[in-house]
């Protein structure tokens, strides 16, 4: 019982001193809880703002004994976010103009602060800008001007008065208020535009109007693909000349010429008539320009005949045949064409050269392009094709200044002033020491600088640039002029050799056995073969330039192959040796062996058929003004480009027209 009661004790006495605190040591007290927010204080840094700017508010929550608390969440809300926003940190942004409430809560209490938000203070003018800046007005008319004030930022600024001032009224008169300007005298006024202070300015330039608008005398024509530059005349009413004024160019058909619309740059395109016109100001001018195609580069072949045009365009005519000499795709014995054929390939030449049946050409870039016949290599190609009716690239880099076609062989002054030449060499025709036959240029070994070249059938001539005469191949008719013994036999010169006589040379023209040539005096000679007459002088055949009869300057002379013409100082042609078909241009049935005048024909240039197989008795020309060229002759396979054939025996003695080749 006792065990018993003392358990009871201890238990007891465990529980008093758990419900005493638990143990003998002492514990601070708990802290007090947190004050409560007995007011809350609110605050602008200022009350006053404009739109656009910003203040901030002061919020502090207090006691009951008006101490402010710390650490408590404090609430801002607007009355008009439309006049005023707050963040949550307090800070006030002024949107429109007006009163807001801004009110500070925390724990149930708050306070208030009245914000004034005013109007934002208009931005101060930095700049006027006047647009434009130089104006350019006509006698009497009126207008308005424009000015900006600009802020700092560049930004246009609106509502703002503007004040304007000329500083020349009795040339520019500006009202003041309005901006509205009036031209009264020709001259310059400076006018500025002020804003708050600021000024901007700019001039004005006052013109009297354009009243007429001529076109300045120029040469009434223009040649096809060439530029002429066109100017006007613009005056006042006053006819004083008016000067700087803006042209527009204008033509009436674009298919003839066309015309730069701001430079005034005509360019011709094809024959015809075309009316000019020149604007200013709303005034006018014309003036018609005819547009003509001119003839040049003539070369008469066999039984073709070809020749430049305006623009470099080849034309050619006649028998087309199996080689395509005049540049048809259809090759055959009697293909041929009675009308020029414009040679295919887009090619623009400054010179062609035609003998028998193959043409070449240069380019306006130099470069060497041949057609027809390929026989021996003559078009210049390493190819075993035997023609082309295309035009083809002789393979060289090499560009030239000068070509001539003989029978089987081409021969080319270079730009370097050396001579090449291609086809067949059994002669030494290409005077490189030696017969062997080229397709591609074979230089010509003369220590010379050449002018210009001539082949023959079969022998070579070259002009140096001091107008010495060299020639060299075949020789049996003494056609070299190399004053050496004729040997009617198979005689070669296999290198360049010098001609007899003093002579300088302007031309010269090789054949068939023979050569003709002009010197720089005007005189003409000719030497080799004299059978049908072909010398122009009494006498037999001689290997020495023998002076043509007759008392004439020449200008150029063409020897054919049984026959020669040539143009005098004049413009006059004659011509001498065989006229079986009429290819003197006269009715002397045995022909002559002195010059005779060919009828009236006057002509710039002429060109004596040459033959490499057929009858080429025939010759063609170019008129003075070369507007027209004209054939006279054989005319079997339309060699004369007048549209028609007639038999191998007929005599035309009348120069016809080549068809199209006729000014207006």
């Avoid at 300088?504 to 720089?520: H, I, P, Y």
């Amino acid at each position: 019982m006792k065990r018993i009661f003392g358990a009871m004790m201890a238990s007891a006495s465990l529980a008093a001193l758990a419900a005493c605190g638990g143990s003998d040591s002492t514990s601070p007290p708990p802290p007090p809880p947190p004050a409560p927010v007995a007011s809350v204080t609110l605050a602008a840094a200022s009350n006053v703002i404009e739109v656009g700017a910003t203040t901030t508010l002061t919020a502090t929550a207090r006691d009951a004994n008006d101490i402010a608390l710390t650490g408590r969440t404090i609430m801002f809300t607007t009355s008009s976010a439309a006049t005023a926003t707050v963040s949550a940190t307090g800070v006030v942004t002024a949107m429109a103009e007006g009163t807001v409430t801004m009110t500070a809560t925390s724990e149930g209490k708050s306070a208030n602060v009245v914000i004034n938000v005013q109007p934002a203070a208009p931005a101060p003018v930095h700049a006027v800008a006047i647009t434009p800046v130089n104006r350019l007005m006509q006698l009497g008319d009126t207008v308005t001007l424009t000015a900006v004030p600009l802020n700092a930022g560049g930004q246009p600024l609106t509502g703002r008065v503007v004040r304007w001032l000329s500083n020349a009224p009795a040339i520019v008169e500006i009202d003041h208020n309005t901006g509205k300007a009036r031209a009264l005298a020709a001259g310059n006024a400076t006018i500025t535009a002020t804003s708050e202070g600021k000024v901007g300015a700019g001039s004005i330039t006052v013109i009297v109007p354009v009243a007429t608008v001529s076109i300045n005398a120029s040469a009434d024509t223009i040649e096809a693909w060439e530029s002429l530059p066109l100017s006007a005349t613009t005056r006042a009413a006053d006819n004083s000349m008016l000067v700087g004024r803006a042209l527009r160019w204008t033509v009436s058909d674009t298919s003839i010429a066309v015309i730069d619309s701001m430079t005034g740059v005509l360019e011709g395109r094809d024959r015809g008539t075309v009316t000019v016109t020149a604007t200013s100001e709303g005034k006018f001018g014309t003036m018609s320009k005819v547009v003509v195609i001119k003839y040049r580069s003539l070369s008469a072949a066999t039984q073709h005949a070809c020749n430049i045009a305006s623009g470099g365009i080849a034309w050619c005519w006649g028998l087309n045949g199996r080689q395509g000499r005049v540049g048809l795709p259809t090759l055959a014995d009697d293909s041929k064409s009675t009308v020029p054929v414009m040679v295919p390939g887009g090619h623009r030449f400054t010179q062609l050269a035609t003998f028998g049946r193959t043409t070449c050409g240069i380019r306006t870039d130099g470069r060497a392009y041949c057609w027809g016949y390929n026989g021996w290599g003559t078009l210049g190609i390493v190819s075993s094709i035997g023609q082309s009716p295309t035009p083809v690239a002789v393979e060289t880099g090499l560009r030239f200044k000068q070509i001539s076609a003989g029978s089987d062989h081409v021969c080319a002054v270079g730009t370097d002033n050396r001579i090449f030449c291609w086809g067949n060499n059994q002669w030494g025709q290409f005077g490189a020491g030696n017969t062997v036959t080229s397709h591609i240029p074979t230089v010509t070994v003369a220590g010379e600088a050449f002018a210009s070249v001539t082949t023959g059938n079969d022998f070579t001539c070259g002009v140096t640039m001091a107008g010495n005469g060299w020639c060299w191949g075949y020789d049996g008719a003494g056609q070299t002029g190399t004053g050496a013994p004729i040997s009617n036999g198979n005689t070669t010169k296999l290198l360049p050799q010098t001609m007899t006589g003093a002579h300088r040379w302007a031309m010269l023209s090789a054949s068939n056995q023979v050569t003709c040539g002009v010197t720089t005096a005007g005189a003409g000679y000719c030497w080799g073969n004299s059978t049908s007459g072909r010398l122009g002088s009494a006498g037999s055949a001689t290997s020495t330039p023998r002076a043509i009869s007759g008392a004439h300057n020449w200008r150029q002379i063409s020897a054919g192959y049984a026959h020669t013409c040539g143009v005098t100082t004049q413009f006059d042609v004659y011509c001498w040796g065989s006229n079986a078909n009429g290819q003197m241009g006269v009715s002397l049935q045995n022909g002559s062996p002195t010059p005779v005048r060919a009828g009236d024909i006057r002509a710039s240039e002429v060109s004596a058929a040459n033959v490499a197989s057929g009858a080429g008795s025939y010759t063609c020309a170019i008129s003075v003004d070369r507007l027209t060229t004209s054939c006279w002759g054989r005319n079997d396979v339309g060699q004369l480009g007048n549209g028609n054939t007639t038999s191998d025996v007929v005599r035309n003695i009348t120069p016809s027209i080549v068809i199209g080749q006729r000014p207006l």
